[in-house]
């Protein structure tokens, strides 16, 4: 079995190295680099590139698609609900629910500007524990910080006091990285929120999600087990990509191929 994975750039590799630890099937990863960040698309955008992409996959022979996006999670999954021939994962849900196990009830959100706006966290909040108070916070240099590999520099970690202050003058007792990106960034994080503060990255629940769905891909040989096959693909610069990608997760990737998406100029 294959499944497809996807994202703007490199943010959803925080998603993919999750599902490489807990399931042993094929991957098939795809960076839309030629369209990031998605957090400044539109809606209309965000759910053109899905199609194009949920295509590529099926094409490819893919049985399940995971969208290691927040942004288009919460702004195109909602519309396509039962369109799609083969399960469709989404991250908001895995979120909420990784964020409420550990917080008391004062939760920051980071995310990028079309997920804030979508008001899909605030939803999803508010339906699973209506008394918790939730902060929402955009945080738009971050996404082309990451993709420039900038991910311990002294600009980095300015953007993400700016961002982040507010929140913590809020009293919050838990960060969730709203976007798959924030991960990268978490050591400077860490230090900037302090041991009071429970920062939640979501992408351990979303693997552990869809290895439940498909338990026959549960990982027998336990988590540092890496012999997934990965296909890595991008709209955009293969090289500036695997380069990119070699640096945030400190290992050496397979060659990066270029998928030109039908109907596209660039
Ligand atoms: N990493 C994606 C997200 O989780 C998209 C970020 C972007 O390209 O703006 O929202």
């Known amino acids: 079995m294959t499944i497809g994975i996807y994202d703007s750039g490199l943010g959803g590799l925080s998603v993919w190295r999750e599902l490489r630890r807990y399931t042993s099937t094929r991957l098939l990863y ?32 893919c049985e399940a698609v995971v969208v290691a996006c927040n942004t288009s999670s919460a702004l195109v999954l909602p519309k396509v609900a039962g369109k799609v021939s083969v399960p469709v994962f989404g991250i908001i849900e895995s979120a909420v629910g990784a964020t409420l196990e550990v917080s008391a009830g004062r939760i920051g959100v980071l995310a990028t500007r079309g997920t804030v706006e979508s008001g899909a966290y605030q939803a999803a909040f508010q339906q699973a524990r209506p008394d918790a108070r939730v902060f929402m916070r955009s945080a738009p240099r971050l996404v082309p910080l990451v993709e420039q590999g900038e991910v311990h520099s002294d600009v980095t970690r300015q953007a993400l006091r700016e961002y982040v202050d507010p929140l913590l003058a809020e009293g919050i007792d838990t960060l969730l990285l709203g976007c ?87």
């Open 30 to 61: 795809y960076g839309d680099t030629s369209h990031v960040p998605y957090g400044e698309k539109t809606p209309t955008q965000l759910e053109g590139y899905f199609w194009n992409i949920v295509g590529f996959f099926l094409d490819q022979g």
């Open 180 to 266: 798959t990106h924030y991960p990268f960034v978490q050591g400077l994080l860490e230090e900037i929120v302090g041991p009071d503060v429970r920062i939640v990255n979501p992408a351990p629940a979303l693997a552990l999600e869809v290895a439940q769905l498909f338990p026959n891909l549960a990982k027998r040989q336990g988590p540092e087990d890496k012999t997934n096959e990965t296909q890595f693909w991008v709209s955009g610069d293969p090289e500036a990509f695997k380069t990119t990608a070699e640096l945030l997760l400190q290992e050496q990737l397979p060659a990066v191929r270029f998928h030109h998406m039908a109907g596209e100029t660039t």
